[in-house]
């Protein structure tokens, strides 16, 4: 039952260029969406999030835009460093707990 | 910048005995999570825990699991009698509130190892 899928279990980009990571769901209840990286040996670190009532919200370098129809959020790093290089996973909020994708490596190069 | 806080980092138990996993959340957090990772699979949620009482838990949350608020700082996860597939990652969240438009802040997690 994946509810929240990310569909690119890796993505590979030049440092200074964007990186676009994309994420699905089924469940049009969902109100809350979430965007985690994660290092190795460390616990998911929270990015930026976006209610089910906007479409787009940006923090400093990171935008997650959301397409209610069709189910579809994406998270865009602009530019790419380095040090962006981990694991981002999307998280949605059911009731109280968080449905999580199977996640996205991103490996940023110079 | 206040954290989310796990002990042990690592954790290696024989099958059948109880393990207690340990975690102190963000002091002004009302909200606390349990999730698991086993290796190569989703971040999976365990349960949540609010007023001293459990409001939310998974299938996998069964009569083996417990959760406590034992202090005003500490949360815990037990596991009464460990399997080999509870050999995972498990990690605590907490949250200011829960049921609304804010995040859980993560631990780094305790690897539990069951031989």
């Known amino acids: 039952d994946q509810q929240v899928k990310q569909n690119s279990p890796s993505l590979s980009v030049q440092e200074g260029r964007i990186s676009i990571l994309n994420c699905d769901y089924t469940?049009?209840?969902?109100?809350?969406f979430l965007w985690y990286k994660k290092y190795p040996a460390e616990g998911p670190t929270f990015l930026i999030s976006?209610?089910?009532?906007?479409d787009k919200n940006e923090d400093g370098r990171f935008t997650v835009f959301l397409n209610k129809s069709a189910k579809h959020l994406s998270l865009h790093i602009v530019p790419s460093q380095p040090g962006d290089s981990a694991v981002y996973f999307c998280a949605a909020r059911d009731t109280d707990k968080l449905i999580f994708g199977t996640g996205t490596r991103l490996q940023v190069f110079p | 910048e206040p954290e989310v806080t796990q002990t042990p980092s690592h954790q290696v138990t024989q099958m059948g005995q109880e393990v207690i996993l340990r975690c102190v959340p963000i002091s002004n957090h009302l909200y606390f999570y349990w999730y698991r990772q086993i290796l190569g699979q989703k971040v999976e949620f365990l349960v949540s825990?609010?007023?001293?009482?459990?409001?939310?838990k998974s299938e996998i949350f069964d009569d083996q699991f417990s959760v406590e608020r034992p202090d005003g700082s500490n949360f815990t996860l037990k596991i009464r009698s460990t399997k080999l597939e509870d050999s995972a990652m498990y990690f605590c969240?907490?949250?200011?509130?829960?049921?609304?438009?804010?995040?859980?802040?993560f631990g780094d997690g305790t690897r539990l190892s069951i031989l």
């Open positions: 825990f609010y007023n001293n009482e459990i409001s939310e």
């Open positions: 469940n049009s209840m969902f109100d809350y």
């Open positions: 976006i209610s089910s009532i906007k």
């Open positions: 969240a907490s949250s200011v509130m829960g049921g609304t438009h804010q995040p859980q802040h």
